[in-house]
């Protein structure tokens, strides 16, 4: 079943990437929402029934987290601007607080992807992932950083 899965990623991840780029026009979004993807098909490729071309499903899927992520940007905007406007020092505990809250490995694939500037192949080598896992983690990471930095936002109101 492994074999499969990395034959569909091979056959079609540059569809799916090209898809998402002409939705966003962002290729480092692309490329996130692309592993996202892939990771998602594989924990339901079970769920998949033929209806369909197996492209077809898997820009389906894209366009779904695609629509998500276009949702969750208006917040992503507006804790941007908060973000610059902060003083630095107040601003830079704040990051390190929420960081210091995250759960492993998200925390350990930030520092090393951020901190350290470790390529995703690198990360991957140091944890004994691939370079996949090591993009779809900090992808995740990000996500559950800017869910922390909101409850914290809250939690001071």
Same mark, same amino acid.
């Given at each position: 079943m492994?074999?499969?899965l990395? @034959?569909?990623y @091979?056959?079609?991840?540059?569809?799916?990437?090209?898809?998402?780029?002409?939705?966003?026009?962002?290729?480092?979004l692309? !490329?996130?929402?692309?592993?996202?993807?892939?990771? %998602?098909?594989?924990k339901?490729?079970? *769920?998949? *029934? +033929?209806?369909s071309?197996l492209?077809?499903?898997l820009?389906?899927?894209a366009?779904?987290?695609?629509?998500d992520?276009m949702r969750? @940007?208006?917040?992503?905007v507006?804790?941007?601007? !908060?973000?610059?406007s902060m003083?630095p020092e @107040?601003?830079?505990?704040?990051?390190?607080?929420?960081?210091h809250d995250?759960e492993e490995p998200?925390? !350990?694939i930030?520092?090393?992807?951020?901190?350290?500037?470790?390529s995703?192949? !690198?990360? +991957?080598?140091?944890l004994? *992932?691939?370079?996949t896992w090591?993009r779809?983690?900090?992808?995740?990471?990000?996500? *559950?950083?800017r869910?922390?930095?909101?409850? %914290?936002?809250?939690?001071?109101?």
């Open positions: 492994n074999q499969d990395d @034959q569909i @091979q056959t079609y991840s540059r569809r799916v990437y090209l898809y998402l780029l002409s939705l966003s026009h962002d290729p480092a692309s !490329e996130d929402l692309m592993q996202e993807t892939f990771l %998602k098909a594989a339901s490729i079970d *769920k998949f *029934k +033929g209806n071309s492209s077809s499903w820009c389906a899927i366009r779904n987290l695609f629509n992520a969750h @940007q208006k917040k992503t507006q804790l941007d601007q !908060e973000l610059f003083d @107040q601003r830079d505990l704040r990051v390190f607080s929420c960081l995250l998200y925390r !350990e930030i520092y090393l992807r951020v901190f350290c500037s470790m995703y192949r !690198e990360i +991957g080598e140091i004994g *992932k691939t370079e090591s779809v983690m900090f992808y995740r990471g990000k996500e *559950k950083l869910e922390l930095w909101m409850k %914290k936002e809250r939690d001071l109101q």
